[in-house]
C-alpha cells in the first residue's frame, strides 16, 4: 500500500473516494430518510441518455449527463407534486426513457463509443486533478447548505406536510436538495458507474441504521462506513484484479451484513443473559 501511494493516479483515486464518500453520504442519508431510495436508480440510468448525447454531439458527456440528470429529478419531483403522479411511476418513465435516450445516441455515434464501459461500471483510476477539485467545491457547497439549513432539510425529509404547516421553506429545501441529489449522481458516476450507484447511497445509510436512527446520527456513521467501505475496496483491488468499483459494494454490503448479525448476535445474547438473572 505504501509504494502505491508514490503514485499520483492512486492518490487521485484515494481523495476521491473520501470526497465522494462524504457527499454520497450526506445525500443518501436525505434520500433514504424520504424513502427515495428509487430515484437514486431512475436519476442514474437516466444520466446514460445524456451521456449518449453527449457522445453523439462531440461534447462533454458528463457536462450532460448532469443536464439530464438536473432535468429528470426536477421532473420526477414537479409530476409528483404538481400532477399527483405517484413517485415510484415517474421515476420509471424517466428510467426508462433515459436508458432507451442513451442506448439511441450511442448507436447512432459513428464509430466506437469510447470510456464508456467507465462510465457504467466506473473507473476510479482515471480521476483527475480537476474531477478532484470538482468534487471538493461540490461537497463543499453541499455541506455549507447542511450547516445552513439542517433543521429545515431535516424536517422536510421526515415529514414535509408538517414542514408546510410550520411556514418552513419546503420548496425551496426539496427543489436544492432535489438538484444537489442529481449532481451527486452525476460526480459518482465516474466512481462505481451507473451500473452500482445506488449501492453508495443506501448500503451506508442502512449500515447507520443499524446503531442509531437520528438523521444527524445516520449520516455521520454513513461517512465513516461508506470512507472504510470505499478505501478498502480500493486498497483490495490494488492486489486482485477486480474493478475497484465491484470490490467497494461487497465491502459495503459486508459492513451492513456485519452490522446485522452482530446487532442480532448481542441481542441474543442480551435476553440470554437477562433470562439468567431473572
Not at 118 to 124: A, D, K, Q, R
Request: hydrophobic share 55%.
Amino acid at each position: 500500500m505504501g509504494e502505491l501511494l508514490g503514485y499520483s493516479f492512486f492518490l487521485n483515486a484515494l481523495c476521491g473516494v473520501l470526497i465522494i464518500a462524504v457527499a454520497a453520504a450526506m445525500v443518501g442519508t436525505y434520500i433514504v430518510a424520504r424513502r427515495l431510495v428509487a430515484i437514486s436508480g431512475g436519476v442514474t440510468h437516466a444520466c446514460f441518455g445524456g451521456l449518449g448525447l453527449g457522445y453523439y454531439l462531440g461534447i462533454s458527456p458528463i457536462a450532460m449527463a448532469g443536464v439530464f440528470a438536473v432535468v429528470s429529478s426536477l421532473g420526477v419531483e414537479w409530476l409528483s407534486s404538481r400532477h399527483r403522479v405517484r413517485e415510484d411511476s415517474a421515476i420509471a418513465v424517466v428510467w426508462s426513457l433515459g436508458m432507451a435516450a442513451g442506448v439511441l445516441f450511442v448507436f447512432l455515434t459513428p464509430g466506437y463509443v469510447p470510456e464508456l464501459n467507465s462510465f457504467l461500471f466506473g473507473n476510479i483510476l482515471n480521476i483527475s486533478s480537476g474531477d478532484l477539485w470538482m468534487f471538493g467545491i461540490y461537497t463543499v457547497l453541499l455541506g455549507g447548505f447542511f450547516a445552513w439549513k439542517y433543521r429545515e432539510i431535516v424536517t422536510c425529509a421526515f415529514d414535509r406536510d408538517f414542514a408546510k404547516v410550520a411556514g418552513l421553506p419546503v420548496r425551496f429545501i426539496t427543489v436544492t436538495m432535489t438538484v444537489m441529489v442529481a449532481l451527486c449522481i452525476v460526480l459518482t458516476i465516474r466512481l462505481v458507474g451507473v451500473m452500482l450507484l445506488m449501492s453508495m447511497l443506501s448500503l451506508p445509510q442502512m449500515t447507520a441504521e443499524v446503531f442509531t436512527r437520528r438523521f444527524g446520527g445516520m449520516m455521520w456513521v454513513s461517512v465513516l462506513v461508506s470512507a472504510a467501505g470505499s478505501v478498502g475496496g480500493l486498497a483490495l483491488s490494488a492486489y486482485v484484479d477486480v474493478p475497484c468499483s465491484a470490490l467497494i459494494v461487497i465491502m459495503l454490503a459486508a459492513m451492513f451484513i456485519g452490522a446485522r448479525c452482530g446487532k442480532w448476535g448481542f441481542e441474543k445474547f442480551s435476553r440470554r443473559i437477562r433470562g439468567v438473572r431473572e
